[in-house]
């Protein structure tokens, strides 16, 4: 599956510097953008729409805008993999690191 980054575009069509919405299939799926009102530069990931949980924090935040994008990614699969095998989307980020954390590898 492939996932891609587009710039980020408000309803009053402002598109902030390093904003990006993230992409599968033509859906927005997911925001990944840089803080800079923590003192220092975090970028902050967050899925929205059918892979985010319903409780729990839904992303985090990461250094660089290749480890959002990586933690992104893997967050995105781990989804995908629970889906695959209970036949519906985790209630939890929870509950989403049990099953990870028992399931064979």
Not at 20 to 43: F, K, P, Q
Not at 63 to 86: H, I, M, N, Q
Request: glycine fraction near 10%; charged fraction near 30%.
């Amino acid at each position: 599956m492939t996932l891609a980054l587009r710039r980020t575009v408000f309803a009053d069509g402002e598109r902030p510097p390093d904003d990006y919405e993230v992409h599968d299939a033509g859906r927005t799926v997911g925001r990944i953008y840089r803080m800079n009102s923590t003192g220092r530069e975090l970028w902050r990931w967050t899925q929205i729409g059918i892979r985010a949980p319903s409780h729990d924090p839904n992303g985090g935040a990461a250094d660089t805008l290749d480890e959002a994008k990586a933690a992104f990614r893997r967050t995105w699969d781990e989804y995908g993999a629970f889906e695959r095998a209970c036949g519906r989307s985790p209630r939890s980020n929870d509950e989403l690191h049990e099953w990870l954390g028992r399931r064979p590898t």
